[in-house]
């Protein structure tokens, strides 16, 4: 069974330019969650999507956005990039509603210059 | 509140030997945890996972131990390896969160040969 895979691997983008990043989940699970992950603030929450709807949503300002399709894959964008977005940006499958095994993808690098 | 927080930074092992990493979580409420192992360039590895009802769980050479009285939680790793080497998280799930996961700081284990 394939892991979740999460594209690009890498990415560069400049101040003010907007971003999507994409997520496959382990076939069968139809939630994934997004979490920002920062030397300073460790890994944070960003939202969750189950079912295309997005059911739990972290502190993060309105240029973070998400949405989830109908074979569960998922999308993050961020807009208006700023500096302190560089992250890696990790996705997590889960296979059942609630309180189940979060499984992660290998993250998206992305840096802000 | 939320905090998820790890006793300490940095564990240092001699090769054999047996690790025991620390967690503190302060909401009541949580009820499933889950420990993550993540190595440099990569996204967080599902190690073991342990719902409230149960107070230890065992893996292969991993053992976690939930005590909810004191909200402390461990995870033991018996003869440590050199691949042992890592960042160890731990994450809560609270009950009618969905997925959402709050992870602690992490433990940098650095297993000396």
């Known amino acids: 069974k394939a892991g979740v895979t999460q594209t690009p691997r890498y990415l560069i983008k400049t101040r003010g330019q907007q971003v999507t990043l994409s997520c496959s989940p382990i076939s069968g699970h139809r939630s994934v969650s997004w979490y920002q992950q920062t030397p300073g603030q460790g890994l944070q929450f960003l939202f969750e999507?189950?079912?295309?709807?997005?059911?739990n949503k972290g502190n993060f300002p309105g240029r973070f956005s998400g949405r989830q399709f109908s074979n569960s894959r998922s999308e993050m964008n961020v807009s208006t990039l700023e500096l302190g977005d560089s992250a890696l940006y990790l996705c997590?499958?889960?296979?059942?509603?609630?309180?189940?095994?979060?499984?992660f993808g290998q993250g998206t690098r992305l840096t802000v210059v | 509140g939320e905090s998820v927080g790890l006793h300490l930074p940095t564990l240092s092992v001699q090769e054999g030997d047996n690790s025991i990493i620390n967690c503190a979580y302060s909401?009541?409420?949580?009820?499933?945890f889950i420990w993550y192992k993540q190595e440099s360039g990569k996204g967080p590895q599902f190690i073991i996972d342990i719902r409230s009802n149960m107070d230890k769980r065992q893996g292969q050479r991993v053992t976690v131990l939930l005590n909810k009285t004191v909200k402390h939680l461990s995870l033991q790793i018996a003869a440590t390896q050199p691949g042992d080497s890592a960042v160890y998280f731990c994450a809560e799930n609270r009950a009618g969160g969905g997925n959402k996961l709050t992870f602690g700081t992490g433990t940098q284990l650095k297993v000396e040969l």
């Open positions: 997590a499958s889960s296979p059942g509603t609630s309180n189940t095994e979060a499984f």
């Open positions: 909401n009541s409420a949580s009820d499933y």
């Open positions: 999507y189950f079912s295309e709807t997005q059911r």
